[in-house]
Structure formats: C-alpha cells, structure tokens
Antibody, heavy 120, light 110 residues
Framework: QVQLVESGGGVVQPGGSLRLSCAASGFTFSPYNMHWVRQGPGKGLEWVAV????????YYADSVKGRFTISRDNSINTLYLQMHSLTPEDTAVYYC?????????????WGQGTLVTVSS | QTVVTQEPSLSVSPGGTVTFTCGLN?????????PSWYQQTPGQAPRTLIY???IRSSGVPDRFSGSILGNKAALTITGAQADDESAYYCLLFMGSGIWVFGGGTKLTVL
C-alpha cells in the first residue's frame, strides 16, 4: 500500500544537527513533489519545506530558511531533511507528505511522523 | 506576514451541521489559493479531506464538503458524528513555492 515512513528523530542539544529520512513505497516516487510538515507539542501544523519532483527547486518556511535543507534520492525513493542550528522551538513531530500532483497544491499521503526534541 | 485564520474551536450536536472557515489577514481567499482541508485526531497523522477547494479525497464521506463562502474558504460537515471530533486545518498555497496552514479548529461534538 501507499506508505511514507519517517526516521531519524531523537534528542539533540541546542545548536546541534539532525537528518531526517522519509522512505516512500507503494507508489511511483519520482513524479511527485514532496513536503515536510511539523507540529510542535500542543500546537498546529506548520509547513516546513517542499522539493520539486526532480530536485530542481526547493522552498522553505521563513522559520527554517538557511538552517534546514530538503533533498531527495529518487533512485531509492527517499526524502531527507537536514537540520542545523537547532533550537528548542524546532521541537516537533516532523511529517513527510506527498504532494497530490495534478496542480492541486495539496498533500494526499502522510507519514506517521518522527519526533525531534531539542533540549540540553 | 501571511496569517491564515481559523476559528480556535467550534461545537456541534450529533446530526447537526457545522462550518469551518479559513481566511487571510491580507486578502480574500479564492480558488487561486487552492484551499485544502485536513483532519487530525490526537496522536495521529493528518488525514486529507478536501483539496482544490471542493474535491473530496478518496474515501472521504460526502457529508464533508468544501466551498468558498464570501472571502473565505469553508469546510462544512453535514450530519456530524461523534468520531468527527478532531482538529481541522486548512492549507493555502501562497504561490512561489510557499504553503501556509491555518492555526486549526478544534471541533467538539456534544
């Protein structure tokens, strides 16, 4: 079945780095833009970043621009989020999400999320 | 700064109708923002309900509907059920590769 599985979350000290991965299966990964979305404890959803289907374009929320880098490897159906200079405000569950395609600008498949905790 | 506005909370009686709205602090919401809607229960990943204003995602019952009402996007539940008690988020595409979620609405069914 169509599935996204995130990994790589954990506890990291302020100022530290972490790389998240999202393994896709059950659908053809390469034609679709992919997103990262996060949710802080007790907070709402926050869109973080998008990468175009071929990796040619990447866009970021202002809150992470310059610190986070989104990337993908279509040969192994995997999406990544490299995070640097982490602060406690980055503590959240991080979800990867598949763009619906078709010009609909929506997300139609979600992973279960991976928890990132930034704390000393 | 772009702010997408939603009601913090709403309530509905079982069998009743409830409408959530999604606005912008700087503009009217139209179909050009490709509004979509997501449902989330505590501890779970979001579930896609509506995309491109009014297209139901696969498997979503037809008691969920999307529209534009005035200057806002709207999600309406007709015939609310107990298991509709969740948080609901709207998402707008701002163009230039940027998406923004609303703050979410917590629905109570009582």
């Amino acid at each position: 079945q169509v599935q996204l599985v995130e990994s790589g979350g954990g506890v990291v000290q302020p100022g530290g780095s972490l790389r998240l991965s999202c393994a896709a299966s059950g659908f053809t990964f390469s034609p679709y833009n992919m997103h990262w979305v996060r949710q802080g404890p007790g907070k709402g959803l926050e869109w973080v970043a998008v990468i175009w289907y071929d990796g040619s374009d990447k866009y970021y929320a202002d809150s992470v621009k310059g610190r986070f880098t989104i990337s993908r490897d279509n040969s192994i159906n995997t999406l990544y989020l490299q995070m640097h200079s982490l602060t406690p405000e980055d503590t959240a569950v991080y979800y990867c999400a598949k763009d619906s395609g078709g010009g609909y600008c929506a997300f139609d498949v979600w992973g279960q999320g991976t928890l990132v905790t930034v704390s000393s | 700064q772009t702010v997408v506005t939603q009601e913090p909370s709403l309530s509905v009686s079982p069998g009743g109708t409830v409408t959530f709205t999604c606005g912008l602090n700087s503009d009217s919401v139209s179909t050009t923002y490709y509004p979509s809607w997501y449902q989330q229960t505590p501890g779970q990943a979001p579930r896609t309900l509506i995309y491109k204003t009014n297209i139901r995602s696969s498997g979503v019952p037809d008691r969920f509907s999307g529209s534009i009402l005035g200057n806002k996007a709207a999600l309406t539940i007709t015939g609310a059920q107990a298991d509709d008690e969740s948080a609901y988020y709207c998402l707008l595409f701002m163009g230039s590769g940027i998406w923004v979620f609303g703050g979410g609405t917590k629905l109570t069914v009582l």
